[in-house]
């Protein structure tokens, strides 16, 4: 057990749907760090937040939004959904100066 | 050209052989060096964590990482029915996002 939670661990919905996805960091770790997971792309880095504070973006769609709360979990929103948002959603938490990720279970979501 | 290359396997090997899997990359900032083992569907766990060059050992495992060649090894000693799974290297420059290989599948057969 890594220590990052993630819920929900499934979500089906419909495309043009928005979900939330919410993860809670290990216990000190100050930054949260979200990845996507396809069966052709791999492991995406998406976005990254440090202290509540957006650091860094990576390939993350207009329509997907993401925010750290001041109890540091972080929700990752995803809007106007499209049959190829369907992956796996991590998030990873972490804390300076160590560079090692702590991944949490995921969240599968399927877009019917 | 993809900033980290691995080769995606499937990797058979028979229980207790030693295996060898490996990395290579493109990125010279890059000084941390990961690997995780993920099951499938599961979440990536992370088996060991290098900076810079050269050997970590810990247990059946050992990461070795030539920054010179740009290339990363994860060494699995009498491997183990339960060591099959991806295997994902990964790296960055500091306190960043993570840069992951596509991943190698181990099948170890008992």
């Known amino acids: 057990d890594s220590g990052v939670t993630q819920t929900p661990k499934h979500l089906i919905t419909a495309t043009g749907q928005r979900v939330t996805l919410r993860c809670s960091p290990r216990?000190?770790?100050?930054?949260v760090y979200w990845y996507q997971q396809s069966l052709d792309q791999g492991l995406q880095f998406l976005i990254q937040?440090?202290?509540?504070?957006?650091?860094a973006k990576g390939n993350i769609l207009e329509r997907f939004s993401a925010q750290q709360f001041p109890d540091l979990h972080s929700e990752l929103n995803l809007s106007s959904l499209e049959l190829g948002d369907s992956a796996l959603y991590f998030c990873?938490?972490?804390?300076?100066?160590?560079?090692?990720?702590?991944f949490g279970p995921g969240t599968r979501l399927t877009v019917l | 050209q993809k900033e980290v290359e691995q080769d995606p396997g499937p990797l058979s090997v028979p229980e207790g052989a030693i295996v060898s899997l490996n990395c290579t990359y493109s990125?010279?900032?890059?000084?941390?060096f990961m690997w995780y083992r993920q099951y499938s569907r599961k979440g990536p766990e992370l088996l060991m964590y290098?900076?810079?060059?050269g050997n970590k050992e810990d247990g059946r495992f050992t990461a070795q990482v030539d920054k010179s060649s740009k290339y990363i090894s994860l060494f699995i000693r009498d491997s183990q029915p339960s060591d099959s799974a991806t295997y994902l290297c990964a790296m960055n420059s500091g306190f960043q996002k993570l840069v992951f290989g596509t991943g190698t599948r181990l099948l170890v057969s008992p």
């Open positions: 216990s000190g770790d100050l930054s």
């Open positions: 290098t900076y810079s060059s």
């Open positions: 990873a938490s972490g804390r300076p100066p160590g560079s090692e990720q702590f």
């Open positions: 990125n010279s900032a890059f000084q941390y």
């Open positions: 937040y440090y202290n509540g504070e957006e650091r």
